[in-house]
């Protein structure tokens, strides 16, 4: 499946952007979809998930209940919707696709469809 994210910007601490991850070339539904970030000198890692099966959602620590995951399998996308930001939340954010068992599915090697990421920068 290929990805495409989008909706990423320049937000103030405190406030909100919601990303969007369109799929085209397949279904989400078929995938565990998650988003993941990147800050300068940073390793990548995880921000959400929810699960193909189910549709189950799951967060690090870091944006548990400031994020938000969701999917409209009518419009294929994947959406995540960030409030109450934080400096700390600037980052490239990557979209990704597979299907990791539930207790690998923060492990970014477990998924084999990305987007070309998009920069979030939250300024104080």
């Known amino acids: 499946v290929q990805l495409q994210a989008f909706g990423g910007g320049l937000a103030q601490a405190g406030g909100s952007l919601r990303l969007s991850c369109a799929a085209s070339?397949?279904?989400?539904?078929?995938?565990?979809t998650a988003w993941f970030r990147q800050a300068p000198g940073k390793e990548r890692e995880f921000v959400a998930a929810i699960r193909w099966s189910g549709g189950n959602t799951y967060y690090s620590d870091s944006v548990k209940g400031r994020f938000t995951i969701s999917r409209d399998n009518s419009k294929n996308t994947v959406y995540l919707q960030m409030n109450s930001l934080k400096p700390e939340d600037t980052a490239v954010y990557y979209c990704a696709a597979g299907r990791p068992i539930l207790s690998a599915q923060t492990d970014n090697s477990m998924y084999y469809d990305w987007g070309q990421g998009t920069q979030v920068t939250v300024s104080s």
């Open positions: 070339g397949g279904t989400f539904r078929s995938y565990t």
